[in-house]
């Protein structure tokens, strides 16, 4: 599922979904357009339901990314441990640049508590993705939380374009056994929208892509990282690490 607006360039969205469109352990793309204007929130709710009726999980996209060749291998590759409910394939905050391919697990309400930041490229599971179609997005609890007054404060935008720290305080609420945020490193994913829809004014800035695969390659970056790391195990007793590939 893509999620867009009326209004942007789709130069994006078109060689996702061709690049997407038979391939193995993938259903056909689906785009959904907010033609009402009705902000983020709302229509990546009324996006998820949509994706949700063909059951299975769903991968959510925004419209202003390039993937990499490798993307649609190593999503159908994924899977999902026990109580990750979501995994991202574009982080923005959450893992520091040159952090070691793998995958890194946090409470959904992210690195600073009050929820992930960054809905670029999400694998939701079919749990989440249900229990998404079936709770308020819009409950008293959900306004009150820290991320949401924080968001509102900030933008003066009454919360209505705040649709990743609103997903991420559903998870950690209904989640039940999936109650977890996992990033994917490196990013197969680069965000380059360089002006925000939601919040005019807003650059590229804090809205870049870490760890984007693309950089890594042209740099070396995995593979000096490797080297470390076989010097570091030759050197030392093992040591417990993240969960990598």
Sequence with gaps: ?????????????TPIVQALSGRPGFRPAMVFEDRDG?????????????AGETGGHVLFLEDDLVMDEDAPARIAAASFPDGVGIISFCDMREVPEF?????????????????WWGNQALLIHSDIVGMCSRVDWFAPEV??????????LTYGDDGRNCSDIRLSLLVDMHGNDRREYAVSVPSVF????????????????????????GARRRFG??????RQQVAHTLALPPTPSVSAR
């Design 99 to 115: 952090s070691p391919a793998g995958l890194y697990r946090f409470s959904a309400l992210g690195s600073d508590g009050r929820g």
């Design 190 to 213: 680069e965000h380059v929208g360089r002006a925000s829809m939601c919040f005019p004014g807003r650059t590229i800035g804090e809205r870049e892509t870490r760890n984007w695969i």
């Design 38 to 50: 009705e902000g983020a929130a709302e229509s990546t709710r009324k996006a998820l339901i949509r």
């Design 221 to 226: 970056i995995d593979a000096t990282l490797n």
């Design 143 to 152: 306004e009150q939380a820290l991320g949401i007054r924080v968001h509102k």
């Design 1 to 13: 599922m893509v999620l867009t607006v009326p209004g942007r360039e789709h130069d994006c969205v």
